[in-house]
């Protein structure tokens, strides 16, 4: 139902455009969100947007990142500038999507962001 694209390998002050794409018999799709989990810590959540547009960022990207979601094209994208070596983590997407009458989430399969010094 997700997936996300977008990750790879970049330098310290680099830049990255993560994406995500939701597809399904969706009627509409309510918060969107980046987390992300680095080697032996606890997944976090990165940047979060509502439906309205309203967005959240972790302390640690504001400035650096930015989310957007298009609603037309059901995606959520994570432009990511000025990029830190503590950056380096699996990126996941969340979606909450109503189905018919039900609300699901789902979780993208991850994709790796690797910053290097």
Known sequence: QLQASGGGLVQVGGSLRLSCAASGRISAINSMGW???APGKQRESVAVISRA???NY???VKGRFTISR???KNTVDL???SLE???TAVYFCKAD???STTTFTYWGQGTQVTVSS
Do not use: C, T
């Open 35 to 37: 987390y992300r989990q």
């Open 53 to 55: 547009g309203r967005a």
């Open 58 to 60: 972790a302390y640690s």
């Open 70 to 72: 298009d609603d037309a």
């Open 79 to 81: 432009q990511m500038n």
């Open 85 to 87: 070596s503590e950056d």
């Open 97 to 99: 999507l109503l189905v």
